[in-house]
DNA sequence: GCTCCCAAATTCCTATAGGATCTACGATCA
DNA sequence: TGATCGTAGATCCTATAGGAATTTGGGAGC
């Protein structure tokens, strides 16, 4: 490695002239964490070190160390001389508790940030609704997935506005949508979904509590029972 | 390496000589992860690489491993070309975000597990009620750390009982008693924590479950004031 | 006495090498 | 024909080596 340290043309990481400011293990998280986020790492795919190591043009040394802290993160799975696993798709169980655990949670992370949300908090989750761009009849995946993510980004300011970070953490740790957004497709989008985050949010800056928490029971409720058709369905991208 | 792997005197995990099960990182994980846990690395010790490989006669390989899981898992914190620090002792803000959170999550905990604890469960639970041995006046840390370690498994015991993993796996992951524990010892232990088990405990045995969230809620909040005193204060130890 | 600079030591980070383990395939035997 | 065994190749796991980055200590200058 030369002593002028650069992400230069030919590494495996794009084409950007930048001192290194993170280490490779880290850029190599970072790249796996959102392959296996947005699934182009299918859940239940063989992650083969050696394999990585050879595609993404580095050592086994920092792909073992971003696997190690995936494997932490639930997003993998390891088994000893074997290797490791992409966490398989959600099964009908884990949906269930899944939404239990969402449907106690984000009612009070609602009702929270009707508490201590500030104006510009707010607006900029007016912002993300706005952006919401539910996909036409037709489109393609990409634009469920894209989709998936603006339903997301939504829940994470609603979180970050409450102030609490271990609610945060707790969300993000659940992963809700990665783990869901594949259903999305199989069933379609509704336009429910902005529609019910308008009224969470129009609860939530006219400060109240409990029709925060109401309006986010909702939401879940219905979002539960639309995407519980998929569940059973085999995929048919 | 011989080709017979077993774990035999002089290696650095004891003298069992029994066929190797795990790999070694695994095994580093677990050692790490206990030490810090029970504090014997200190929250904001410096953790080094270098020095763990030496102390534990093995190469940077594993511990590396070791510690990028335990980043994951929150125990350690890594700043790039620094190295790893173990995280630090609670602040006033953490540890309020944590009740929150606790009187959040676990008052429904106590509930859903009125709705389906197993009468075997409800047992344990009462086993693990009855071996509680709060520590003497003039009783050393290890007591203290025994009694936090009690305390947890009961609260683990009823987390289980509800039968939704998510909801053990999200309170694992706030580890509160390995938080909480060092405020235990700086201002003792009063006898109320076994009591107010006690009545969480009687109302799920008699699947109340309203009655399991108050008798946790109060549980909690008890829990809260009596540690907060604490938090200001230096260590006494 | 304090500050700055430089060199040496230490530590972090990654690549490489080698051994252990697993998997797949072909050959042999009953 | 099916089961078993052996071998080769692939992959996992750990140790070691070397370079990069940071820290530490000592000396010089103000």
Not at 61 to 79: C, F, H, M, N, Q
């Amino acid at each position: 490695m030369a002593a002028v340290q650069t992400t230069s043309v030919g590494s495996p990481f794009g084409s950007v002239n930048a001192p290194r400011r993170s280490v490779l293990a880290d850029e190599i998280y970072e790249i796996l964490k959102s392959k296996l986020m947005d699934n182009v790492v299918e859940p239940g795919a063989r992650l083969s070190i050696d394999g990585l190591s050879r595609d993404l043009k580095v050592s086994a040394t920092p792909i073992r160390e971003a696997l190690a802290r995936l494997e932490s993160d639930g997003l993998v799975t390891k088994k000893a001389h074997h290797g490791y696993t992409a966490a398989p798709l959600i099964d009908a169980r884990t949906f269930e508790e899944l939404f239990r655990m969402r449907l106690l949670l984000e009612p009070a992370c609602a009702s929270w940030a009707a508490q201590v949300a500030t104006p510009r908090q707010i607006t900029g989750m007016e912002d993300l609704i706005a952006e919401m761009k539910p996909p036409l009849s037709g489109d393609g995946y990409e634009s469920y997935k894209a989709f998936a993510s603006q339903d997301a980004a939504f829940h994470v300011a609603l979180a970050t506005a409450t102030g609490v970070g271990l609610m945060v953490e707790t969300l993000e740790r659940l992963r809700p949508h990665a783990q869901l957004y594949r259903l999305y497709y199989t069933i379609g989008i509704a336009d429910d979904t902005m529609r019910e985050h308008e009224r969470v949010l129009e609860a939530v800056t006219r400060r109240d509590e409990a029709g925060a928490a109401q309006a986010m029971s909702a939401h879940l409720t219905a979002s539960r029972a639309r995407l519980a058709g998929a569940l059973g369905q085999p995929e048919t991208d």
